[in-house]
């Protein structure tokens, strides 16, 4: 849910600047409106007082506001002349309270008779400090609430709307085209979500069906030419056998007879080649590599002994790692081939085991190999018409289907390292 995560944590950071604002501006709109709600209470406070004032009233003129909200001082007809109605904020004691209190004061004149007369009448005002503290108090509640309400929504209504995604992302993690696992969609209102779902099902459909097509074009050529050069080769030897021929005639179907056993070779190994690269391999288990390259010594023997060449193998630690068996086969069996194939008679082979890597070291051609050819298909150190410059390349394909490092360095020697992620 790494979306919706993001999508909380963002509003979460946009929230509080966003309400920091909202009650700057209600704060100034909130003092306004009991600015102007005070203000008209007192304008109405003096209407009242003059109605009282017309019908009889006495008027006390006195010096404070001790007894009652209001003030009233004569004055003479050229102060009532240059006065104005007037609003301002002050302080005053109050009794109950035994301290100054902020107050809203009106200032007017009237006149009655020929007397004229300044009035003014005070009202209680909230204080601003207990008005910041309420709004910061009731900010807090609303961002709480809000936080609240975002999580909620994240958790519960969000995450069963996208629910039909993340199910769909989670089947795509787990897809193979080589196994038969169909994606299977799940139903949502969203129209965005049905147009994925069905782009995703089509797209995998046909994925599938090339991959099918291909695999069963792979096999059938391979076997198609496979089934032909055998039967070459048969004709040829048993020609050969019950024909007399010359020693230049022998030599020459000697040739074409080498020429067929390559194409089988190279016709194999691009099968072989093909296959791992297609994930046909699906079987694992275990291999015990320690046990394996004591094995291939064993098989060749024969060639090391042809070629005066001394194996040994030396292992620091057990080495064990999960794979299809008969493509670690190949794949040591291809290093070791080359090894022996390359290397120089009356030489040594060594195979080093440790508890994460293989490396095979021989001394063949006195100079290192270019590192950029060296697993390149059809790339040949040499031109030994027998081999078909697919052996590493081969060895080089298994070890990336399975996320091994497979290395080339030389030191004077030649040394092939097959790292694995343990």
């Not at 769909?168 to 897809?175: C, E, N, T, Y």
């Not at 089509?202 to 030419?225: G, M």
């Not at 004709?235 to 021929?245: A, D, R």
């Not at 080089?396 to 343990?422: E, N, S, V």
Request: net charge negative.
């Amino acid at each position: 849910m790494k979306l919706l995560n993001h999508t909380s944590k963002y509003l979460f950071i946009l929230l509080l600047p966003l309400l920091t604002i909202w009650a700057v501006i209600f704060y100034y709109a909130l003092l306004d409106e009991i600015y102007d709600s005070l203000d008209d209470g007192l304008e109405n406070q003096k209407v009242l007082l003059l109605q009282d004032f017309t019908a009889g009233r006495p008027i006390e003129t006195p010096e404070r506001f001790d007894k009652q909200n209001h003030r009233i001082t004569q004055i003479s007809a050229e102060e009532f002349k240059e006065a104005e109605d007037d609003f301002r904020d002050s302080l005053m004691y109050m009794q109950n309270e035994q301290e100054f209190e902020p107050v809203r004061i009106y200032e007017s004149a009237f006149r009655l008779g020929d007397k004229y007369y300044r009035l003014q009448i005070a009202t209680s005002m909230v204080e601003e400090d207990d008005l910041i503290k309420s709004v910061i108090k009731y900010l807090i509640i609303l961002y709480l609430l809000l936080l609240a309400s975002i999580i909620l929504l994240n958790n519960i209504v969000l995450r069963k709307v996208w629910k039909p995604f993340y199910s769909l992302i989670a089947q795509l993690k787990q897809f193979r085209i080589e196994k038969e696992n169909a994606i299977q969609t799940h139903d949502s209102n969203v129209e965005e979500f049905q147009l994925l779902n069905a782009t995703v099902a089509q797209l995998t459909h046909k994925s599938r069906e090339s991959y099918i097509n291909q695999k069963q074009f792979i096999e059938n050529a391979a076997h198609e030419l496979q089934t032909p050069l055998a039967i070459s080769i048969n004709k040829l030897e048993l020609f050969s056998e019950k024909h007399p021929l010359s020693d230049d005639q022998l030599a020459e179907i000697g040739s074409v007879l080498d020429n067929l056993n390559r194409l089988t070779r190279l016709n194999k190994s691009l099968l072989l080649l093909s296959k791992i690269e297609n994930k046909q391999f699906l079987e694992l288990e275990r291999v015990d590599f320690n046990e394996l390259l004591q094995q291939l010594a064993s098989d060749f023997e024969d060639l090391l002994q042809h070629k005066q060449i001394r194996f040994t193998v030396k292992s620091s630690a057990p080495l064990q790692y999960s794979l299809n068996a008969g493509l670690a086969t190949i794949l040591v069996t291809n290093l070791l081939k080359n090894a022996i194939v390359h290397g120089k008679k009356e030489s040594e082979i060594q195979a080093s085991i440790s508890y994460n890597q293989i490396t095979i070291s021989n001394t063949g051609t006195a100079k290192a190999l270019n590192t950029n050819d060296v697993f390149t298909r059809f790339k040949k150190q040499n031109p030994d018409s027998r081999s078909t410059g697919l052996g590493l390349a081969i060895a080089k394909a298994i070890a990336d289907r399975y996320h091994l490092q497979l290395q080339y360095h030389f030191d004077g020697q030649h040394h092939f390292t097959l790292a694995f992620p343990i």
